[in-house]
Nanobody, 122 residues
């Protein structure tokens, strides 16, 4: 059971990136997938979550209207489209799987993907 995150990079403020989280060893549609981020010196925080049971999507307030979580079941992949990026979005982004979302985060984790670094320059 593995998750692999990718898609990070360096972008100017106002730009966009799309992160991908590919699942292997399980059908992610049966689980909730959450995106988290950890900025230097900060704790890891939940950013967005997609429910596996009904496809519901949830976002932390600072990213509402800018980030969109979506999935491609055929590819067993969850995406995080990030638009209008700000320097404060700079962080290592992770995806994780659990049985259900708790709002925009996961109350636990079955597995984590490796992080992908997003750097937003001003």
């Amino acid at each position: 059971v593995q998750l692999q995150a990718s898609g990070g990079g360096l972008v100017q403020a106002g730009g966009s990136l799309r992160l991908s989280c590919v699942a292997s060893g399980f059908t992610f549609g049966n689980y909730a997938i959450g995106w988290f981020r950890q900025a230097p010196g900060n704790e890891r925080e939940g950013v967005s979550c997609m429910s596996g049971s009904d496809g519901g999507t949830y976002y932390k307030d600072p990213v509402k209207g800018r980030f969109t979580i979506s999935s491609d079941n055929a590819k067993n992949t969850v995406y995080l489209q990030m638009n209008s990026l700000k320097p404060e979005d700079t962080a290592v982004y992770y995806c994780a799987a659990y049985y259900y979302c708790s709002g925009y985060t996961l109350p636990g984790s079955l597995t984590w993907g490796q992080g992908t670094l997003v750097t937003v320059s001003s």
